[in-house]
Structures are given as structure tokens and as C-alpha cells.
């Protein structure tokens, strides 16, 4: 241990030394004030991981706070004033520095109260963890540790400063944030904390949906949100976050066994993250496939069906699953975009699977990727993932079935340039051609030269207008 603390310190003072830390340190310094490095930075050194937020805490006042940084910089906002915060941009580094400060809720309204403070161990004390009540006095070099957290970090523990009931009752958020940093840092929760998790669920609702939802949305971008999302089921959150994932765990019997469609959304969750970095397709974890992954099959608890001979049916759980899909991320308040793209990869997560009976036309291949649109490589990773049987043929044919529609879907686009499907002519030749003005002519005729192209690939103007004239005709007689 005495090891991996000095090999910490030797992090923690190579990161004091760099920009923007510091010049921050001697500026306040200089200016009579105290400031510290707090929370995630100090956490990550003892982690052995890089710090990706450089976090201070302060005894200045917020407005004390503006002016020593307007004397390093021009680029400062105010925008978390109200709760001490001020943030800068410091040689190219953001920066957040917030006054030593003590929050909490009054059980009846969804804003924290805040009430600054001049000490920097109330305000460690007032944190959600052991682990991130850690802080770094600047310039000084000396490491602040009211509440244990260095040996709950060489643990692998998550525990509160306080009790549980005292720091979930001050921000029930952190309840979620407790099963984050689980997932996030592969840490267990005490026993008193997961009890708490348990028994004050539901103290969330004064948490407002945008909170919720950006924690969720932390969570499902943690290398490995799986064990999170079973936290979040097993201590009964997650039927205040989203009940529709609890409700997979459809009900076996002796006589109709089927799969526990929770299980595999989880399998799925997690094969599509392994897809998702082994074909670099993303810069970064992508929220829409992950949330896509886990929602995929939320339709199918509403379209159960129990048929003759005992078999388990499910029609239609795509279409269903994406109305139920919307509302619940509608009710998160998740942006339109997400939400659209989302339910598009719902509704389309089967589409692939009648590939395997029979041999689709170049026209159901273009029709595929036109659906698909720019969610074409999410879906992909969708499809693939969503093979979860343990039957090794049927799992190897699955698989070579789509890389073999994808290896269609690339010839044909090398040779339609089939990312961006269009008719052969465009709107100001159709109305030349049939002259007509723009109106509901223009737009059918557009459509019937879009199925066109879908069936017959490319045609080429000659014989595009001369199909076109035909429809026209043959319209007008009608």
C-alpha cells in the first residue's frame, strides 16, 4: 500500500506541476485564497488512470473566483454561479473552480439548497463518496483525506462520507451515481449503501427527468454498463428510471421454457459494445446503439403470446417496442435526434432476419440500407449483436448470412454509390419533362422513379424519362 500511495503522489505532483494547474495554484495563491484539486483528478491518480476533468475547490467567492482567473484568462463563464461554480479555459485545459460549498434537498422540491462554506473538510464531507471526498491543497502538495477514502479506493469499496440516508437524502441522485461509479470503476457498494439504494428509491422522484437522464446516460457509457444495469434492477431503481427493463424478465415454467429476454438484452448490450470498439466505427462509446441494444426487445413483454403446443410467440414486438420506446425516452427527456434514431433502430432490428430464408434481390438489399439511412452501421452492430443463441450452427450461419449481405451491400455501393440512393432525375426535370408546376404531381412522380431506381438500380436520363412518360400516361388515363 505505502507503495501505491507514493507512486500516486508522484502522479499527483507531476499533474500539479503542468498548465493549467499550476498557474491556477500561484494565482490564488498570490491572491490570498486557498485552493485545492479536488475529487475525480485525485481519485484517477491512485487509479493509475489519466485525469480527464481538472476539478478545484476554493475558500474565494464565486465573484473572488472571477477575478483571479481574468488575470490568466479571457475565456471564463458564470453560468453555474448560483451554486458557486465558475469555469475557465486555461492554456487550451477547461477548468472548474467552485467555493467550498454545502448542498442538499428539502425532500419536497427538485433544486438543491447551497450554502457556501470557508472549510475545505466540510465541504469533503458534504461529497457523495468516500473515494471522490479526496482532495490536493495547491501549492502545498498535501493530500486531504477526512472520510478514508485512499483505503476504500485500494479496496475497491463505494461507500458515502456520512450514512447513506444522510447523503441520499441530501441529493437522491447519488443513488444513481452509486451504481455508476460501480460500473465505471468495477467497485463494490458497502452493504449499508446497497440497503439504502434498496429502501430510499423512492426519494428520486424529486430528482428532475434531465438529471436521471444524463446519469443513465453516464452509465451506459462506462466500458462495462452491464453490472450497472443489474444494480439498477436488482435494487429496484431502475423501475424509477425505466420499469420497461425490469418487465424482460418474462416468467419460465416446467412446460413453456423460452428465453429471458433481460438476459439476452444484457448479452446484447454487451456484444454490441465489443462490436462497437472492434470495428472502430465511433470515436467514442455511442449512446444511441448502446441504448438501442438494451431497449431492442422492451415490446416483447406486451406481445407475448402463448400459442398452441406451447409455443412462445412475440409478433410484432418491434413495432410495438419502438412506441414504447419513444414515450419512455420522451418522459427522460432525451433530444428528438436520439429519440428518432432510437426507435428507427428498434423498428428495424428484424429486418435482417429474412435474409436467412431466401435469397434477397439487389432491391431488398438497396431497400435495407435506404431504411437504414446513416444508422446503416449501428444497425449492423444491432443485428449482429442480437445473436445470442448458444447453438453454435445456427450462431455461424446467422453470422455468415450477414457478412454476406454486407459484402452486397458494399458491392453495390461501389457501384451505385448507394449511400446516397436517388432517382435518375431530380425535381426541376420532372416538371420539365411532364410540364407540370410544383405540387402533389411532382412528389408521386418523384416516388415512382425512387422505386424504380430501388428495383432496377441505376437507368440512366434516356430511360428514365421515357418510364416517366409512361407513368405519366398511363396516369392521366386512369
Same mark, same amino acid.
Given at each position: 500500500?505505502?507503495?501505491?500511495?507514493?507512486?500516486?503522489?508522484?502522479?499527483?505532483?507531476?499533474?500539479?506541476?503542468?498548465?493549467?494547474?499550476?498557474?491556477?495554484?500561484?494565482?490564488?495563491?498570490?491572491?490570498?485564497?486557498?485552493?485545492?484539486?479536488?475529487?475525480?483528478?485525485?481519485?484517477?491518480?491512485? !487509479?493509475?488512470? &489519466?485525469?480527464?476533468?481538472? #476539478? =478545484? +475547490?476554493? @475558500? *474565494?467567492?464565486?465573484?473572488?473566483?472571477?477575478?483571479?482567473?481574468?488575470?490568466?484568462?479571457?475565456?471564463?463563464?458564470?453560468?453555474?454561479?448560483?451554486?458557486?461554480?465558475?469555469?475557465?479555459?486555461?492554456?487550451?485545459?477547461?477548468?472548474?473552480?467552485?467555493?467550498?460549498?454545502?448542498?442538499?434537498?428539502?425532500?419536497?422540491?427538485?433544486?438543491?439548497?447551497?450554502?457556501?462554506?470557508?472549510? !475545505?473538510?466540510? &465541504?469533503?464531507?458534504?461529497? #457523495? =463518496? +468516500?473515494? @471522490? *471526498?479526496?482532495?490536493?491543497?495547491?501549492?502545498?502538495?498535501?493530500?486531504?483525506?477526512?472520510?478514508?477514502?485512499?483505503?476504500?479506493?485500494?479496496?475497491?469499496?463505494?461507500?458515502?462520507?456520512?450514512?447513506?440516508?444522510?447523503?441520499?437524502?441530501?441529493?437522491?441522485?447519488?443513488?444513481?451515481?452509486?451504481?455508476?461509479?460501480?460500473?465505471?470503476?468495477?467497485?463494490?457498494?458497502?452493504?449499508?449503501?446497497?440497503?439504502?439504494?434498496?429502501?430510499?428509491?423512492?426519494?428520486?422522484?424529486?430528482?428532475?427527468?434531465?438529471?436521471?437522464?444524463?446519469?443513465?446516460?453516464?452509465?451506459?457509457?462506462?466500458?462495462?454498463?452491464?453490472?450497472?444495469?443489474?444494480?439498477?434492477?436488482?435494487?429496484?431503481?431502475?423501475?424509477?428510471?425505466?420499469?420497461?427493463?425490469?418487465?424482460?424478465?418474462?416468467?419460465?415454467?416446467?412446460?413453456?421454457?423460452?428465453?429471458?429476454?433481460?438476459?439476452?438484452?444484457?448479452?446484447?448490450?454487451?456484444?454490441?459494445?465489443?462490436?462497437?470498439?472492434?470495428?472502430?466505427?465511433?470515436?467514442?462509446?455511442?449512446?444511441?446503439?448502446?441504448?438501442?441494444?438494451?431497449?431492442?426487445?422492451?415490446?416483447?413483454?406486451?406481445?407475448?403470446?402463448?400459442?398452441?403446443?406451447?409455443?412462445?410467440?412475440?409478433?410484432?414486438?418491434?413495432?410495438?417496442?419502438?412506441?414504447?420506446?419513444?414515450?419512455?425516452?420522451?418522459?427522460?427527456?432525451?433530444?428528438?435526434?436520439?429519440?428518432?434514431?432510437?426507435?428507427?433502430?428498434?423498428?428495424?432490428?428484424?429486418?435482417?432476419?429474412?435474409?436467412?430464408?431466401?435469397?434477397?434481390?439487389?432491391?431488398?438489399?438497396?431497400?435495407?440500407?435506404?431504411?437504414?439511412?446513416?444508422?446503416?452501421?449501428?444497425?449492423?452492430?444491432?443485428?449482429?449483436?442480437?445473436?445470442?443463441?448458444?447453438?453454435?450452427?445456427?450462431?455461424?450461419?446467422?453470422?455468415?448470412?450477414?457478412?454476406?449481405?454486407?459484402?452486397?451491400?458494399?458491392?453495390?455501393?461501389?457501384?451505385?454509390?448507394?449511400?446516397?440512393?436517388?432517382?435518375?432525375?431530380?425535381?426541376?426535370?420532372?416538371?420539365?419533362?411532364?410540364?407540370?408546376?410544383?405540387?402533389?404531381?411532382?412528389?408521386?412522380?418523384?416516388?415512382?422513379?425512387?422505386?424504380?431506381?430501388?428495383?432496377?438500380?441505376?437507368?440512366?436520363?434516356?430511360?428514365?424519362?421515357?418510364?416517366?412518360?409512361?407513368?405519366?400516361?398511363?396516369?392521366?388515363?386512369?
Amino acid at each position: 500500500m505505502q507503495r501505491t500511495v507514493h507512486d500516486s503522489m508522484v502522479r499527483l505532483r507531476a499533474l500539479s506541476e503542468s498548465s493549467p494547474v499550476a498557474p491556477l495554484a500561484a494565482a490564488f495563491s498570490k491572491a490570498g485564497f486557498e485552493l485545492a484539486l479536488v475529487g475525480g483528478p485525485v481519485r484517477d491518480a491512485f !487509479l493509475g488512470r &489519466d485525469a480527464k476533468d481538472l #476539478d =478545484f +475547490t476554493t @475558500n *474565494a467567492t464565486p465573484d473572488e473566483i472571477l477575478a483571479v482567473l481574468k488575470t490568466l484568462t479571457k475565456s471564463t463563464w458564470d453560468i453555474g454561479r448560483d451554486f458557486g461554480t465558475i469555469g475557465a479555459v486555461i492554456d487550451g485545459e477547461q477548468v472548474e473552480i467552485t467555493t467550498y460549498r454545502s448542498d442538499s434537498y428539502d425532500q419536497q422540491t427538485r433544486k438543491p439548497i447551497v450554502a457556501f462554506g470557508d472549510s !475545505l473538510e466540510v &465541504d469533503l464531507s458534504r461529497r #457523495d =463518496f +468516500t473515494v @471522490n *471526498a479526496l482532495a490536493l491543497r495547491l501549492p502545498e502538495l498535501v493530500l486531504v483525506d477526512p472520510s478514508g477514502g485512499v483505503e476504500d479506493l485500494l479496496a475497491g469499496i463505494l461507500r458515502t462520507p456520512s450514512t447513506p440516508a444522510i447523503s441520499f437524502g441530501d441529493d437522491p441522485l447519488r443513488m444513481l451515481r452509486a451504481i455508476r461509479f460501480s460500473a465505471q470503476l468495477g467497485f463494490e457498494l458497502d452493504a449499508e449503501t446497497l440497503d439504502a439504494l434498496a429502501t430510499m428509491g423512492g426519494s428520486l422522484s424529486i430528482i428532475s427527468a434531465e438529471r436521471i437522464r444524463d446519469e443513465f446516460s453516464k452509465l451506459l457509457l462506462t466500458p462495462t454498463p452491464r453490472r450497472g444495469v443489474e444494480l439498477l434492477v436488482e435494487t429496484g431503481l431502475a423501475e424509477l428510471v425505466m420499469p420497461e427493463i425490469p418487465a424482460l424478465r418474462l416468467e419460465r415454467d416446467e412446460h413453456h421454457h423460452h428465453k429471458d429476454v433481460y438476459q439476452h438484452s444484457l448479452t446484447v448490450l454487451d456484444q454490441a459494445i465489443e462490436l462497437e470498439e472492434s470495428r472502430g466505427s465511433f470515436e467514442a462509446p455511442d449512446l444511441v446503439l448502446r441504448l438501442a441494444a438494451l431497449m431492442h426487445d422492451i415490446g416483447k413483454p406486451a406481445t407475448r403470446r402463448l400459442e398452441p403446443g406451447g409455443v412462445v410467440t412475440f409478433y410484432h414486438h418491434d413495432v410495438v417496442g419502438s412506441k414504447i420506446a419513444k414515450k419512455r425516452l420522451r418522459e427522460l427527456r432525451f433530444d428528438n435526434d436520439t429519440i428518432g434514431d432510437v426507435v428507427r433502430l428498434i423498428e428495424l432490428h428484424l429486418r435482417f432476419f429474412g435474409y436467412t430464408e431466401g435469397a434477397w434481390t439487389d432491391s431488398a438489399v438497396r431497400r435495407y440500407v435506404r431504411d437504414a439511412g446513416p444508422l446503416l452501421e449501428r444497425l449492423h452492430i444491432l443485428t449482429r449483436a442480437d445473436v445470442t443463441t448458444r447453438n453454435t450452427r445456427k450462431s455461424h450461419m446467422l453470422s455468415f448470412a450477414y457478412d454476406d449481405l454486407e459484402t452486397r451491400i458494399a458491392e453495390l455501393a461501389e457501384l451505385e454509390e448507394m449511400q446516397a440512393v436517388r432517382p435518375d432525375l431530380d425535381g426541376e426535370q420532372i416538371m420539365a419533362i411532364l410540364g407540370i408546376r410544383p405540387g402533389r404531381d411532382v412528389g408521386q412522380a418523384y416516388r415512382f422513379l425512387l422505386e424504380m431506381r430501388l428495383d432496377d438500380g441505376p437507368l440512366g436520363e434516356e430511360e428514365a424519362t421515357r418510364r416517366l412518360l409512361e407513368w405519366w400516361v398511363a396516369r392521366q388515363a386512369s
